[in-house]
T-cell receptor
């Protein structure tokens, strides 16, 4: 299995608080991705990174920011969490743009 | 974006072959056909991908129609562990946005 660790695995927080999710990889892959998965919507791309300090927006980027200061870590931040951001968040990595993506086990985030 | 159409659900008996269809009539010449699956409470798992020719790996086979407007994922002997949602996805290698649809929920009966 690809070496991907997401933390925390579960989190419950209140509306308006900042939240940061971490994705850590041991594969030295160039590309990293954040998705959210909601019933009725499938997985949707939030942001992705194609190298250290190189990031771009995905389909549902509003309300989220990302940072990648090291190859192995990709952080997803909700600056001021809202209830609509309650979801399961998945991190993925890939060696190249056209290579398969390998996913972590997800973070279940509940915002009350 | 080119879209895919899959049946909502399928059933199979254990140890029998399973053919999961996918229609993608608006596929472009540069789109690869990818298949992922998602087991309950886990992240998606890469299964197989191809461009024009049929592909085989240890998990499955991918049969691609000559006009590339449809494809079929073949599990040669279904096991209980193969029960999952299977996603057929078209990927343009120059576009990082991999769009997951609703997929096909495969149930495997013992």
């Amino acid at each position: 299995d690809a070496g991907i660790t997401q933390s925390p695995r579960h989190k419950v927080t209140e509306t308006g608080t900042p939240v940061t999710l971490r994705c850590h990889q041991t594969e030295n892959h160039r590309y990293m991705y954040w998705y959210r998965q909601d019933p009725g919507h499938g997985l949707r791309l939030i942001h992705y990174s194609y190298g250290v300090k190189d990031t771009d927006k995905g389909e549902v980027s509003d309300g989220y920011s990302v940072s990648r200061s090291k190859t192995e870590d990709f952080l997803l931040t909700l600056e001021s969490a809202t209830s609509s951001q309650t979801s399961v968040y998945f991190c993925a990595i890939s060696a190249g743009r056209d290579q398969p993506q390998h996913f972590g086990d997800g973070t279940r985030l509940s915002i009350l | 974006d080119a879209k895919t159409t899959q049946p909502n659900s399928m059933e199979s008996n254990e140890e029998e072959p399973v053919h999961l269809p996918c229609n993608h009539s608006t596929i472009s010449g540069t789109d690869y056909i990818h298949w992922y699956r998602q087991l309950p409470s886990q992240g998606p798992e890469y299964v197989i991908h191809g461009l024009t020719s049929n592909v085989n790996n240890r998990m499955a086979s991918l049969a691609i129609a000559e006009d590339r407007k449809s494809s079929t994922l073949i599990l040669h002997r279904a096991t209980l562990r193969d029960a999952a949602v299977y996603y057929c996805i078209l990927r343009d290698p120059w576009n990082n946005d991999m769009r997951f649809g609703a997929g096909t929920r495969l149930t495997v009966k013992p």
